[in-house]
Every structure is written in structure tokens, then in C-alpha cells.
């Protein structure tokens, strides 16, 4: 079933979550343990992120040091399944620019419809590590816009190799990304809005937010995103801080800001144990406020760790 179906079905709030395929190597058991205690909220659905190429520097007998590429995190088509398969849950598989070329988006897709698998998370990805701005791959899609107009093609029966005859159309629902706090790479949120509202306009039925922490920027932005005439649902995506590390890595990875009572509130903490407890309350009353203005599912970005994101949840559902 389509998200928009599931967000449809009632005014109530519901609660979904994002999840990371498991690192290389790892158990999918893993995976499961962590999603189990969380299906007692029904999810109607969980996303499973991408993960683009990594370049690792390994070390040669002769002491130079040879560069491969990696993907750390592969997996997510499958996971969707298995995960679908287990749950009897409607999954949401993220596609990324960054790294494909659009035949293997093609294939992916493909194999994603074969699966039953009904919504799509459209996004471009990050530049990697090694490169100062993003580039993507020859013959592959440079924003998220070029890959909802990919998908919306196969949604009207229309491959890349257009001598194909009577191609039967995919019907995925697309979803897509938005920014409270503006893209960082956005020299505006005007223009940020503009783009935003193009991948709306060619086929997206509905936005979800970039973690926030400050509940007026999100009210902000759906008040903005209205103003320009995007009417799709926006899901706001939401993550419990959990250690004290993260008072930087949140800002530094999301570019986004900490409001000055809950940075406060983390600074005057002893350990992680105290951090927890605070980054716990924080989103249960965060969630409590959204879920007052009817938002339709406080989307938890579990981040490998589900016992915050239960504890929250036990609270609200
Ligand atoms: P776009 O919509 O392509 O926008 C990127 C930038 O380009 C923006 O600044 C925008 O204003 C600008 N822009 C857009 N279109 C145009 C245009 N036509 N011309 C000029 N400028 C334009 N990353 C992963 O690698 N894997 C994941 O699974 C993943 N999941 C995510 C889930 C969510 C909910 C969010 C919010 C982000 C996720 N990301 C993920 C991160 C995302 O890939 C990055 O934030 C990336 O930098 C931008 O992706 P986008 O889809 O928003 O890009």
C-alpha cells in the first residue's frame, strides 16, 4: 500500500521509523531485534536508507597505501523485502543519485516492483568524503528531481530504452526531502522552496523533513511550503539525541541548530546515561506538540539504536 494511502486512513498520528540496512558482513537477525519491540506501535511503514561508495585506504606490504571503494551498508533492496516479507509491513526503499547510473536505477526499480514493493524515497545523496561537492556518476541523475521524473516515466510505462514494446507501467508512490532549516546547500530558502516544489509539481506525493529539534522551524516551513503552493503531506523525521558527541555531529552532519534550552540542558550533563534522558524528553514533549497540530506520522530516525525511539513511542502510542 502507497504511504499517501496509509496517511489517508485516519486523522490520528501514527508513528513510522527509518532504519540502516546492517553493516557488511552483519546478521540480518540484528536488524529484526532492533525493529521488533517497535511494531507494537504498527508502523504503517519503515524506510531503509541507501548507502552510497566509500573510498578506503588500505595498507600496502610496501607501506604505500592502496584506495578501494566500498559500499559499507549494501543491502537495501533486500532488506525491504525481508523486511516486508516478516512484518507484513509496507517498506520504503531510499534511492540515491549519487553513485548510479540510470540503467542500474532502472534495474533497481525493476526489482523493487517485482517485489511488491509500492513507495520509493527519492533523494540526490551526499558528495563523498574524497570530493568537495557533489558529482554524479556519467549517465547518471544529477538531483533528486532528475529521479522522480525517472520513476514517474516508469510509472507511465516509459523505459530508458525506448523501443521497448508494450513496457508495463510501475505505479510507485514517491516521497522526498525537505529542509526546515534549508538545504545547506541552498544559498536560500526561497530557492530551496523552488526546487522543493519542482520535484512536487513533476510526480512527488509527499515530503519528509530532515531531523529538527525546534518545533517553529517546522511549523515555518509547512507555513512556507503552503505559501509556495506545495500542498503534499510533510512528514516531520525526528531523532532522540542520545550522546554527548552528538551536540556537534548533528549540527556539523544535518546543518542544523540545537534551540539554546536543549543544548543547555546536554552541556550541564555527566555522562550519556543523563544525555539519554534528556534527549528522550526532548522528543516525547517535541512529539506531543506536533502531534497537537495533527501532523499525520512522527517519522523517528532510529539510527541503530531502538530503545530511545520505544521509550518515546510507549509515551505517545
Ligand atoms: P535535491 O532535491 O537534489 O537538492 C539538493 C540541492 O540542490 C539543494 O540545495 C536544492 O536546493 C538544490 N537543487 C535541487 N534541484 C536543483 C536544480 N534543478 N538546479 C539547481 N539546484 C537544485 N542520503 C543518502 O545518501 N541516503 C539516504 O538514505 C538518505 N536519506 C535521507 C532521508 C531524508 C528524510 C533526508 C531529509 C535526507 C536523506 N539523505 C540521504 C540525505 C540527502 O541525500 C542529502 O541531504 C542531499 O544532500 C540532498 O538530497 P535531496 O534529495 O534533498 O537533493
Given at each position: ?53 566509500e ?40 534511492i ?30 551526499d ?31 516509459r ?12 505505479d510507485?508512490?514517491?516521497?522526498v ?6 538545504h ?72 542544523i ?7 543547555d540542558?546536554?552541556?550541564d ?9 534528556v ?20 517519522h ?18
Amino acid at each position: 500500500m502507497k504511504v499517501v494511502d496509509h496517511l489517508k486512513k485516519t486523522d490520528k498520528t501514527q508513528f513510522s521509523l527509518e532504519v540502516l540496512p546492517p553493516k557488511k558482513g552483519d546478521n540480518i537477525q540484528h536488524l529484526f531485534d532492533h525493529i521488533d519491540p517497535l511494531m507494537e506501535f504498527k508502523p504503517p511503514f519503515i524506510d531503509v536508507t541507501y548507502h552510497r561508495e566509500e573510498y578506503v585506504f588500505k595498507k600496502m606490504p610496501n607501506g604505500l597505501l592502496q584506495r578501494k571503494t566500498t559500499r559499507k551498508r549494501p543491502g537495501t533492496v533486500g532488506i525491504c523485502a525481508a523486511i516486508k516479507n516478516k512484518y507484513d509491513v509496507d517498506t520504503v526503499p531510499h534511492i540515491i543519485c549519487g553513485g548510479f547510473t540510470r540503467e542500474e536505477t532502472e534495474n533497481a526499480l525493476i526489482d523493487l516492483n517485482f517485489l511488491g514493493i509500492d513507495n520509493v524515497l527519492l533523494l540526490r545523496g551526499d558528495a563523498i568524503k574524497s570530493e568537495a561537492r557533489f558529482i554524479p556518476e556519467p549517465e547518471g541523475n544529477n538531483y533528486a528531481i532528475d529521479l522522480v521524473n525517472q520513476v514517474m516515466d516508469m510509472n507511465n510505462g516509459r523505459y530508458l530504452d525506448d523501443t521497448l514494446e508494450n513496457a508495463s507501467s510501475t505505479d510507485f508512490c514517491i516521497g522526498v526531502a525537505g529542509y526546515p532549516e534549508k538545504h545547506a546547500e541552498a544559498p536560500n530558502m526561497k530557492i530551496d522552496l523552488k526546487y522543493l516544489k519542482q520535484k512536487v509539481d513533476a510526480g512527488a506525493e509527499y515530503i519528509v523533513t530532515q531531523m529538527f529539534f525546534d518545533n517553529k522551524k517546522y511549523f515555518d516551513f509547512v507555513d512556507q511550503c503552503r505559501a509556495a503552493g506545495i500542498n503534499v503531506p510533510i512528514i516531520p523525521g525526528l531523532k532522540p539525541i542520545t550522546t554527548l558527541s552528538q551536540i556537534q555531529i548533528l549540527p556539523n552532519t544535518f546543518h542544523i541548530d540545537l534551540p539554546e534550552d536543549l543544548a543547555d540542558a546536554l552541556e550541564d550533563c555527566k555522562d550519556n546515561k543523563q544525555v539519554l534522558e534528556v534527549g528522550v524528553e526532548w522528543a516525547i514533549q517535541q512529539s506531543k506538540e506536533l502531534m497537537s497540530n495533527g501532523v499525520p506520522t512522527l517519522h523517528f530516525y532510529s539510527m541503530g539504536k531502538a530503545e530511545p525511539v520505544y521509550r518515546i513511542a510507549k509515551e505517545l502510542f
